[in-house]
């Protein structure tokens, strides 16, 4: 299954218009590779009070390096790499979720609690946190989770979790420079005037005008 299926069969095309939506709607107007490019400093065209929120933003940690394992883990599950472009790492997806969390703090205990629960599901099953299970027991339960249709009732708090991951991941994702190739965006591209089309020259009888101005 490539990850346009993958998407599609984890109901990618209603997941994330909200969050992209709320996303924008905050001052710093930044996708996953772009967070890392302010923390380095890049401060053009960007006001004072908004480069010093960002850098109290990057300069404070939400999650720890645990909590950041398992979501790297979660979002590659989610946008793993393909023979097209790189994966959710890979686009910096994970440093997009910890800034995102700090800018909307509303993310913050619904994602720690669905962590934590994840860890908890993971070592009663399997004795073991979430990053120590196999590959074959991680998506073992993320399906559990992934499908809220066929999810049963008692596991209603992993759904709303995985919702929220899936969501931010591909938010993340799909406002990078990767995920942006990935669905092929060209964005505003400038015309280029290759004089009047050769239609229109001959239905005026003026198709000779364009041959004698090339001499």
């Not at 905050?26 to 890392?36: C, L, S």
Request: glycine fraction near 8%.
């Amino acid at each position: 299954m490539n990850r346009r299926d993958s998407l599609k069969a984890l109901g990618f095309t209603t997941l994330s218009a909200g969050l992209l939506l709320e996303a924008c709607k905050t001052d710093t107007k930044k996708g996953a590779e772009e967070t890392t490019t302010a923390a380095a400093g890049d401060e053009t065209g960007r006001q004072p009070f908004e480069v010093e929120r960002d850098k109290k933003l990057h300069a404070d940690k939400f999650f720890t390096a645990a909590e950041m394992a398992t979501i790297t883990v979660l979002a590659d599950i989610i946008i793993p790499k393909d023979d097209k472009s790189g994966s959710a790492s890979d686009a910096k997806v994970p440093d997009f979720i910890e800034f995102i969390v700090k800018d909307i703090p509303d993310h913050q205990t619904p994602m720690r609690g669905g962590l934590r629960w994840l860890d908890l599901q993971c070592l009663n099953r399997f004795g073991k946190p979430f990053t120590d299970c196999t590959k074959d027991q991680q998506i073992q339960l993320v399906d559990m989770i992934a499908y809220p249709a066929k999810a049963k009732p008692e596991m209603a708090q992993g759904v709303a979790f995985f919702n929220r991951m899936r969501d931010l991941t591909a938010s993340g994702f799909f406002t990078s420079e990767i995920g942006v190739k990935d669905i092929g965006y060209a964005g505003n591209q400038p015309g280029k005037w290759t004089g009047v089309p050769d239609d229109i020259l001959k239905h005026y009888g003026m198709e000779n005008v364009k041959a004698s101005a090339s001499m």
